[in-house]
């Protein structure tokens, strides 16, 4: 009697359901948030908690610290604790040692879990990714991107390359499939106009050379990743292929329309691809 029927899950009304449900169970939970965010900006400082270290994870925060101070004059910090969370040093140094406008570290008192909730309105709000959310909540005038201080070096080697990323350690996880299809194609098309075809695994060398490599590239190929964020955040044009298991608004969490990614899947996309306000 409590299953949730699958077309239900399906429909385009389910996120709306999903807020209209969570705002009703965490009215409470959603007035000490906001209060505490509040507090943080008329104290002209904020400590964030990383609850989770992947580079993608880690890269929704990355536009806050340059934004919260030219707009509002507050400091960003990382508690503590974030250090232990962060998958690999590279990360933390790329997405945030390297950022002029991070003030560094504070204890975890201090902190605060940044959570995906809507500031003024709940009714139609479009599926935003985390970085316009948080954006939003803080009332900032920002694009929704990923965005790192690291220019990236040029590699000669990889200017006629396909470059590949297979890399998905969370969606391997959570079991994600997706179509090799794409991949064939691309690959197809790169012997054609006779073009390297090179697979990377970003766990294999540092983050930094990893990043001249993407940069590097003739094309980029990667999954729904982390490594699809860097692509981004570095202004690389990129195929991503989105799995075919994986829909509702989780999707739009982590997809970034208006950059220059273009995302392939062969279930319909067009509903998570929201125009940026």
């Known amino acids: 009697m409590n299953e949730i029927p699958r077309r239900l899950k399906q429909s385009t009304w ?4 999903l807020r209209i ?11 000490a ?8 900006i008329r104290r002209k400082k904020i400590v964030v908690h990383l609850p989770y270290g992947g580079l993608g994870d880690v890269l929704i925060y990355s536009s806050l610290p340059r934004l919260l101070k030219e707009q509002l004059n507050v400091d960003f910090y990382l508690s503590e604790s ?3 969370v962060v998958r690999h040093p590279d990360i933390m140094k790329l997405c945030f040692e390297m950022n002029p406008f991070f ?29 316009a959310t948080y954006e939003h909540q803080f009332g900032l ?30 969606g391997k996880a959570l079991g994600w499939k997706v179509s090799e299809e794409f991949f064939s194609h691309l690959i197809e098309q790169a012997k054609k106009q006779r073009k390297a075809v090179t697979y990377v695994d970003p766990t294999g060398q540092d ?7 993407l940069h590097s590239s003739w094309r980029f190929v990667c999954l729904y990743s982390g490594s699809h964020a860097l692509a981004v955040a570095l202004h690389k044009p990129a195929y991503v292929v989105v799995p075919e298991n994986f829909d509702g608004g989780g999707i739009a969490k982590f997809i970034y329309p208006q950059s220059s990614v273009t995302y392939l899947r062969k279930r ?3 509903r998570y691809l929201y125009p940026y306000e």
């Open 103 to 131: 003030k560094g570290f504070a204890p975890d008192s201090e902190g605060i879990t940044l959570a995906g909730w809507d500031r003024h309105r709940f009714f139609f709000v479009p599926e935003r990714n985390r970085i």
């Open 268 to 270: 319909n996309m067009k």
């Open 33 to 40: 948030y906001f209060a505490n965010l509040d507090t943080a």
């Open 21 to 31: 449900r969570s705002f009703h169970s965490d009215k409470k939970r959603r007035a």
């Open 141 to 170: 005038r920002g694009n929704g991107l990923p965005e790192i201080f690291y220019t990236p070096k040029s590699i000669p080697s990889f200017a006629n390359t396909l470059l590949i990323d297979k890399n998905m350690i969370a």
């Open 82 to 84: 974030s250090t232990k």
């Open 207 to 213: 983050l930094f050379t990893y990043a001249d490599m």
């Open 14 to 17: 389910w996120p709306t359901i």
